[in-house]
């Protein structure tokens, strides 16, 4: 059982009162407290039938396990100034505005370069190597990763270029910009979402995504693990540039049962998926992460996107396992509309859980140590 996982549904779990223990007490709780996560996903689809199942299993488990841990910290109150400042400057609806606000940094030459490297044919493992060891985090971030639980290996991986052959090169540009994008906003903290939580919620997306990827034989898993990664991108930025907003949207989420995206449309004339497609778009990533970021929570909109459908379904996971969090950790109704989601199997979501609950530990240790330099 992961360690971030148990330390995090417990803590949700406290709220019910109870600590440590096993037996039926235990399932009932773990039951209720998971309940509270699914109570405005709709109708029982199979999947969420699933998931709400292998949810209350992890949540029990760690009871059991008598795992301890403090209550979660309730939403603060915001500043007066920062009320004051998010109600000047931000019109409804200014996605450009927004995104120049949010004062985006340019992305890294090195993932840049890598880039550039992986259109051309074939590049060398000596070549990206080359390119890798100009930055010493993402060097360290990728020998970490090699020589982590996740790969095994017996003897210990001390090149880069050995590395980068390990790991395999689409791997090690989703690492480059998975450490970036962590560092993003580490110096300006949002109000109303905490950084740790988010990205935690944002790695654990991406490896859900890349894992589901990963079983169904999609040809470039990496490519979901970025869409994963960057999925809410945009409500990080409302969060740190209209701090107000965001607090009246989650409020209407809760008070008035609304899912995030129905608030979003009445309180900021957009939804963070169109933010996060404008922020995609300032850094030229390319069109099919844009389109992924903007329709994960309705891949129906976008019926070509693959990885949109993907990254929804794993969005809902992870809100299931209560793996982090965004400040709305409420699980939204399922996209049924999109026909893509009967093409994948219960028994792949299935083994996409338990490779999701294996590897989130790690993969945040990797990015979250790579992003603090
Ligand atoms: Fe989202
Ligand atoms: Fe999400």
């Given at each position: 059982?992961?360690?971030?996982?148990?330390?995090?549904?417990?803590?949700?779990?406290?709220?019910?009162?109870?600590?440590?223990?096993?037996?039926?007490?235990?399932?009932?709780?773990?039951?209720?407290?998971?309940?509270?996560?699914?109570?405005?996903?709709?109708?029982?689809?199979?999947?969420?039938?699933?998931?709400?199942?292998?949810?209350?299993?992890?949540?029990?488990?760690?009871?059991?396990?008598?795992?301890?841990?403090?209550?979660?910290?309730?939403?603060?109150?915001?500043?007066?100034?920062?009320?004051?400042?998010a109600n000047?400057?931000v019109a409804p609806g200014?996605?450009?505005?927004?995104?120049?606000?949010?004062?985006?940094?340019?992305?890294?030459?090195?993932?840049?370069?890598?880039?550039?490297?992986?259109?051309?044919?074939?590049?060398?493992?000596?070549?990206?190597?080359?390119?890798?060891?100009?930055?010493?985090?993402?060097?360290?971030?990728?020998?970490?990763?090699?020589?982590?639980?996740?790969?095994?290996?017996?003897?210990?991986?001390?090149?880069?270029?050995?590395?980068?052959?390990?790991?395999?090169?689409?791997?090690?540009?989703?690492?480059?910009?998975?450490?970036?994008?962590?560092?993003?906003?580490?110096?300006?903290?949002?109000?109303v979402?905490?950084?740790?939580?988010?990205?935690?919620?944002?790695?654990?997306?991406?490896?859900?995504?890349?894992?589901?990827?990963?079983?169904?034989?999609?040809?470039?898993?990496?490519?979901?693990?970025?869409?994963?990664?960057?999925?809410?991108?945009?409500w990080?930025?409302i969060c740190?540039?209209w701090p107000a907003g965001a607090e009246r949207v989650l409020d209407r989420c809760?008070d008035l049962?609304e899912t995030l995206t129905e608030a979003e449309r009445a309180e900021l004339g957009m939804t963070h998926?169109?933010m996060?497609?404008?922020?995609?778009?300032?850094?030229?990533?390319?069109?099919?992460?844009?389109?992924?970021?903007?329709?994960?929570?309705?891949?129906?909109?976008?019926?070509?996107?693959?990885?949109?459908?993907?990254?929804?379904?794993?969005?809902?996971?992870?809100?299931?396992?209560?793996?982090?969090?965004?400040?709305d950790?409420?699980?939204?109704?399922?996209?049924?509309?999109?026909?893509?989601?009967?093409?994948?199997?219960?028994?792949?979501?299935?083994?996409?859980?338990?490779?999701?609950?294996?590897?989130?530990?790690?993969?945040?240790?990797?990015?979250?140590?790579?992003?603090?330099?």
């Amino acid at each position: 059982m992961s360690d971030i996982l148990s330390g995090v549904v417990v803590s949700q779990a406290m709220g019910l009162e109870m600590q440590g223990g096993c037996g039926r007490d235990v399932q009932d709780i773990a039951e209720e407290a998971v309940a509270r996560r699914f109570r405005l996903s709709g109708a029982a689809h199979p999947f969420l039938v699933l998931l709400r199942r292998r949810a209350v299993e992890a949540l029990a488990q760690s009871l059991c396990a008598g795992v301890s841990c403090e209550l979660p910290a309730p939403r603060m109150p915001l500043p007066p100034e920062v009320t004051h400042e998010a109600n000047s400057g931000v019109a409804p609806g200014d996605l450009d505005g927004l995104a120049e606000r949010a004062r985006l940094p340019a992305l890294p030459q090195v993932f840049l370069e890598l880039q550039h490297a992986m259109e051309r044919e074939e590049p060398s493992y000596d070549e990206l190597a080359a390119i890798i060891s100009k930055d010493p985090r993402l060097a360290a971030s990728l020998l970490r990763l090699v020589n982590g639980p996740l790969f095994g290996f017996r003897a210990p991986v001390e090149t880069v270029s050995r590395a980068v052959a390990a790991a395999g090169t689409r791997r090690v540009t989703s690492l480059a910009l998975g450490t970036f994008v962590l560092g993003l906003f580490r110096e300006r903290p949002p109000h109303v979402v905490n950084l740790h939580d988010f990205w935690l919620h944002s790695v654990a997306t991406a490896l859900m995504a890349r894992a589901l990827a990963t079983r169904m034989g999609r040809d470039d898993p990496e490519r979901y693990f970025v869409a994963g990664l960057l999925h809410d991108i945009g409500w990080l930025a409302i969060c740190a540039v209209w701090p107000a907003g965001a607090e009246r949207v989650l409020d209407r989420c809760r008070d008035l049962g609304e899912t995030l995206t129905e608030a979003e449309r009445a309180e900021l004339g957009m939804t963070h998926g169109e933010m996060g497609a404008a922020m995609l778009r300032r850094w030229n990533l390319p069109p099919v992460l844009v389109d992924a970021v903007q329709a994960h929570h309705a891949p129906s909109e976008a019926p070509a996107s693959d990885e949109a459908l993907l990254v929804h379904l794993a969005d809902e996971a992870v809100k299931a396992f209560g793996i982090g969090g965004t400040g709305d950790d409420c699980i939204q109704p399922l996209d049924t509309d999109a026909t893509g989601l009967r093409s994948i199997s219960a028994h792949d979501l299935d083994a996409a859980c338990e490779a999701l609950l294996e590897g989130v530990d790690e993969m945040y240790a990797v990015l979250g140590a790579g992003a603090r330099g």
